[in-house]
Structures are given as C-alpha cells and as structure tokens.
C-alpha cells in the first residue's frame, strides 16, 4: 500500500531574515511553489512560503512561516531574488494588502489597474465606509507600462478566437515581432478560496471541482488528500485505484484536447474535430463510473462515493481497447503533417534555466528536459504501485511540448488498463468515513494534466476549514507564457499560448454557476 | 457576338453558392461531422435546418443586420467594398461559362488586373477602418499577392504562348496533359487567392481575429461575401477552362464544364481540409519556392513545344 504524502515542514521566521534564508534555500536547491497570505487575527498577518525540493524523491515539502503586523503588513520583496515569487506577491499586494517593499512590478494583477481611482477620486476621505465604486471616468489613464511605448500595440483579448477563456493579452507589435507582452487577469475571479471558508467540508469538495473544468478530478482529490492528511486516515485500495484511474483518464481527456486545440490554432480544424472524436469514448467511461461526463462528483473525504463495479470496468476496458488503436493512429496523422509541425518546430524554446527561473511545472518543464513530476516526486493514489515513468524530451521547443503530451496520453492508457485489472479484484471497500476532524494543517500536492496542483488547508475543529490556499499549475507557466512571447513574431504567438495550454479560469480561480435565466436584449421571439 | 455573357454573374452568383455548400459539406464530411444536409428528414426539423442553400442564408442574414461603421473610418471603408463586387462582376465576364464569355483580344490580361483590383479593393477597405488586425492582415495580404501573382502570371502566359494568343476562348482546352506545370501552378495560385487553408494567412482567426474584414459588419460584409462567393465560381471556372476543357458544343458544353468545376472544388475541398496555416514567412518563402520554379519550367516547356519541336 502506498504511503501518504510527506506532510508539511514549518520554519517559523522573522519578517526581516525572509530575504536571507529565502536566498539560504534556494541555493539548497529548493523550488518556490507559491507565497500566499493569511490574516491570523491576534498574531498578525502570517505569510508562507511554500517551497520543495524536486531533487529528492520523495521531495520534502518546507514552509517558512512569518508574521508582520496587521495595522502596518509591510515585508520586503523576494521578487528580486527569484521571480518565482512574483505574481504570488502580486496576488498578496491586491488580496490582503500587505505592502511588498521593493517589488519590481507592483501593478495590480487581477483587480482593474485604476482600482485605487474607483475609490479615491471622487469620494471624501470618510466616505469609504459606503464602499461604493465611483464609476465615473478616471482623471488620468491607469498605468501602464506597454501603452507608453511608440509602438503599436496588439490586444488579445478580453475575448479571443484564440484564447477561449477570458483574459487580457497586451502585446507591442514592431512589425510582426513582438517586443514587449503583458497580460491581465481576473475577468472570472469569483474568490473561491473565500467562499470555501464558509461551507463545511464535504460541500467544498464539490467548490473545488468547480475550479477548472479540465481537472476538477485532481482539484477534489487533492482537496481531499489535504483533508485526509488532518484527520489521519487510510484510504482503501479500491477508492485509491479508482482515482489513479479518474486522474489518468482527466489526463488523457485533457491532453487529446489540448493537442487538438494546438491543431487548431494552427489553422488545422479537422484535427481538433478528429481530437473531439476521440475523446468522447474517455467522456463515455467516466460517465459509466461517476454518472457525470465533466464535473465528477464521485471524490470524497476518505475514498470515493459510488461502486465501480466489474461490469463498468469491462466497459471502459473495451473502451480503452478502442482508444489504444484511435489514439496512436490520431497522433500519427498529425506528426506526418509538414505544415502542422514546420508551425511548432524551434518557435517557443523554453531553456532549462529559463524554466527553472520561472519555477514552470507540468509539460512544460519535461520538454525543456526537467524531469519533475508530483506522481513521481511525491507519490499519491496509487502511482507508486502501478508500472509507469516520466516522460521527458529535450528539444524544448512547442513540438518537443506536444510530443510530450502525446507520450503521456500513451503512458495514461497504460496506467488505466492496469488500475483496470486492480479494480476489478480489489476488496470492495470504499470509503473510510472520517469521524472527527482534529486541529491541523493538511497540505497535498497532486500532478494534474497541467503541472502542479498544491492545497493547503487548515482545520480548526469546527466544520468549516480555517484556511484554504491553493496554487494551479497555470499560475507558474503563464508567467513563463509571457517570457517566450516576448521576442516571437505575432504567428507563433497562438502556438506558444497552445503548447503551455493555459487555464485562466483555474488561475482565476473561477466557479460560475449561473443558473438564472439569460436575458438577451435586443432580440426578438 | 452576343450578349449571352451577361448573365455570367449570375451563374457566378448562384454556382458560387452551391460550390461554398460543397466546400463546407466536404469540409465538414472529413472532419467527422455532418455538415449542412442536403435533405432534412422530418423528424430533425427542429435540431438542425442547415441546408443545400446555407451559404445564401447566411448572405441574407448578413443583409438584414446593422452596419456598424467605425468612427476613424474613411470613405473608402464604404466605397472599397462595392469596387471589390465590380472587379469580381467584371471578371465573370470574361471566365467562360461553357464557352460563353466577352471574347476580347486581351481578355487575359484583363482578367488579371481586375482579379488583383479585388484583392486590393480589400485590402484598402480593410486597412482604412483604422483596426490593427486589419493592418497586420492587410500587410500579410499584400505579401501574398507580391509572392503570388508571378506564379500564376507565368502559369497563364505558358498556355499564352502555346496557343499564340492571349483571348482566353482561344486558349481553352484540356491543357492539363500539355502542360502539367501550368496546371500545378495555377491551381495553387487558386490557392492563395481564395485563402484555402495552408494560405488564409490574413484572415488567420487565432492570430488577427479576422484579419482585413475584421470591422465590417451588416450589409458591407454581406458584400464582401457575395464577392468571396463569385471568386469562388470565377477561379475555379477558369482553371476548369483552361486545363479541363474538352471542345464541345450545346448541352455537352455544360457537362463538360460543370463535371470540371466539381472536379477542381473538392480538389480544393481537400487541401482545404488536411492542411494546418502557413506561417507568412514559411508560406512567402515556399511560394517563392516550389511555384515559381515550377511556373519557370511551365513557359520553359511550352516554348520548348511551340519553337523547338
């Protein structure tokens, strides 16, 4: 049976020596995952930072803990020493407004870059307790480090062919080259963490699948690792190979799609549709197990909800037989398209320095040939168990990217046809059912489609967590997104944005679920 | 001579249409989906009306909406459009339908600048409506045409020497078997020209959201399309002319010249279909490339038949 991830390593510092043993363990080795604040109370407001380190197997997961007062938060700036603080710090600047000293770039992220205006311009200094937003046109533009630049500037977005979510993608354009790119966020952010404080348990399992529609099964069984983790609990080997089996075959209906979209934003549609074709049969099985093709519901504290019983499990095997002939074949009917692959060869290369700068994850870092993994790095479910091994290329370019999403989506069916035969014999427990939830921090790190997905949740005693911080994998690589489309020309900046396959609503943090009635005005019956 | 020519542009119109319907249900067919139908049973009435006449449906629609004029726009914005239309109605006149076109002396020539003016009358209307997806389209339209038009102007001046004139009536024939280069390089121009897909490089959706025609809308864009729909029926009647023709007269004639329209459109179907987008510097780089050379070998070989031999 396999072990339970490491749990989490506290340091607790003062706020003055965060620079210095930051620095102290980064040249150890260790990797930034994120810096998120929370406001404590009493002791001020705490700031973690979360590091680990890939090297090790398992990789040892440390945070370095501090404390700044709450009436003046004021820390100094890691951002100068690794940029893989950067947009962490952002998100604490704008969230909880601590004041990050000697920040680069400490313009606003996700909230709207006159957001100081909104509130200041107009209304007299007492009013902010009225907490209106002045909505009136601001006296001067907000500021903005692109717009001031004698060149012409490309938007991309808030609403994009080729970006399907919504985000702002500001590029300055000297003559198809691009020079300078920025990018906006939080068009969708509803502020999920927030509302995971207020709902029990079991309700926020169902939140967190919410997140990203690609990888709400990592999303939840993360959640639920962390929540496992506090109250101490051995999942049974059925629910732990149901879940290798769900996060596998997300993987693969993920990856299939992204290399479609890739076809796509080359101009290559019959590609993206054949991809859609192909991904039905793997929609189909996880509807057998779950009832439910995209938000699976099936993931809960302690194992999983409903039966998988032999009869769904010759189901899907026969599927799988399908997807082992469709798939290879799909994949080489696009590697023997010249025009599809001229498009992806050397544009986007991501150096290994570059991407270990930006602290990328996921895809992205195996095909510039770092080999980092959370299923390989710090075992869950049941990897430990079943035969499997990263997969790595070292072209670093996009093609090495989609060759390596392709390679996993093999590897996945291999995975899946195991977990199968284990499934099937497997004693039929399903749940350890969790009783009494003690004080504590849960922190669990699982490897969706995308790269690394790391919850940190606390528990209080009560039925609501205390905290819950969680980092998506697109939150590293679209950092590195923005580097590689610096100095592209503006053709190959779909095909980058395609390769790092981005989820801005995972980044966002997003859950819309609008079930009013939509209004069209204008329109005539 | 008569004046049957005439009505070309409406066979250019209404051909047009069926040969985009054609283009969409091949389209669709290779991409594993259904496509507009040609016959709806009764029982899918309410799930999908899509039809054989979609592509005039979607004119119409175009017709009926709004045109929104951008405020930094110039005349021309309005006027680049219906110049676009002329050009694409004066060149029907002189693509033989079956034999029947304005036979003039120098029709090819003409025809070569009034294929050209439509493609420019684009590129200015686009570019005068002050969007910047627009100018990028518009430059890497401009591109294209500079790489493209030798090509195809040495692909069309092979058969030109062969037949010792340069009325395209008198240089009709199935040219394909005399002149396979002329053929292969006209046939990719075509390509370019209609922006078949490893050459929609200006109207690339996932770069320059639609390229040139990006702020046209309503009744404009619905011109636009009529004159996408009439370059549709015009180059791939002239490629039928000039290299699948077989002389025949009466209703012959019009087999014979519908069977090589057919032939050509699900040609272009499927390159349309099983090709990614070019990038504009791999696609000016490989129509400079294989084309040009190619359309070198074309008046190479048909001098070598017409002086030599």
Redesign the interface.
Known sequence: MSKRQAALDVTEIKADEVGTEVSKLLNQGARMMYASGVDAGVPGIRIDYYFTFDEEIPSRNLVLRTYVNRKRPIIESVTPITTQADWAEREMIEFLGVQVKNHPDPRHLWLPLNWEDMYSSTHPKGDTESERINTSPTAHPPHDNIFSKHLSVVPYGPYHPALIESNYLKMSVEDEVVRDADLKLGFNHRSVIKLMERRDYYKDLFLAERICGFCNVSHSMTFAQAVEQIADITVPKKALYTRTLLGEMERMKSHILAIGLMGDLTGFRTMLMHAIRIREEILDSLEIMSGQRISHGIITHGGIRNDVTPVHIDVIKSKLKNLKKSVPEYFDQLLANDVFTGRLHKTGVLTVDVAKKFGAVGPIARGSGIRVDIRKNSPYAAYEDVDWDVITENDRDCFARVKVRMREVLMSLHICEQCCDVIRSAPSELITPVNELPCGEGFSRTEPPRGELLYHVASNGTNTPEFVRLRVPTYPNVRVMIDLIKGSEIGDVPVIIGSVDPCFSCADRVTVVNQGKVTVSGGRR | MTLLFLINPLIAFCIGILLSFLLRKL?AR????RGPVVRIPPAWRDINRTKILQPLYDILKLFSKNTFIPEKASPLFIIAPVMALLCAILASFFVPVAGISFDYTFGLVVLFYLLMGEILCVIVGGITSGS??A??GG?REIELLLTNEIPFILGTFALAISYNTLSINEMMGFNLISNPFAAVVVFLSILVKLHI??F??SD??????SGLTTEYSGKLLGILEVTKVMMIFVLVALFADLFLWVPSSGLMAWLVFFSGVGFTSVLIALVH??????????ATWWLLRVPLVLSVFAVVWASMWRYVL
Do not use: H, Y
């Open positions: 389209n290779i991409q594993s989906r910047l997806f100018v990028i430059v897909k490893p929609d490089i690339a959706e996932s770069e320059i959201v279909s099983l090709f990614g987008r070019f990038k504009i510097d791999q």
